[in-house]
């Protein structure tokens, strides 16, 4: 599974800004065993969790984004997105998208995308 990432920016707080992650040549049948995620590393930090997303739908956030941060996905498009709202300069990061075989373990990353949060 090939990840690509996109929608990082330069943003004010309080705005808002949305991520994409596009796998256009997975097959639906295989993408569909994934649990989708998206994390980021902030400078000098480690890569944390912000939200995922199972093929039922099921979602799982990150507290410091629960009711700003939207996770959604299209099986039928081989999309992820995160749709992130109220930005503050805490969300500053890395953010990267992730795929996991919900059966096998293996695990795939997409490259980062940038995302600026300014004051």
């Known amino acids: 599974v090939q990840l690509q990432a996109s929608g990082g920016g330069l943003v004010e707080a309080g705005g808002s800004l949305r991520l994409s992650c596009a796998s256009p040549?997975?097959?639906?049948?295989?993408?569909?065993?994934?649990?989708l995620g998206w994390y980021r590393q902030a400078p000098g930090k480690e890569r944390e969790l912000v939200a995922t997303?199972?093929?039922?739908?099921?979602?799982n956030y990150a507290e410091s984004v629960k009711g700003r941060f939207t996770i959604s996905r299209d099986n039928s498009k081989k999309m992820v997105w995160l749709q992130m709202n109220s930005l503050n300069l805490e969300d500053t990061a890395v953010y990267y998208c992730h795929a996991k075989h919900r059966v096998s373990g293996s695990d795939f990353w997409g490259q980062g995308t940038l995302v600026t949060v300014s004051s």
């Open positions: 040549r997975s097959i639906t049948s295989v993408y569909n065993m994934y649990t």
């Open positions: 997303i199972t093929n039922l739908r099921e979602t």
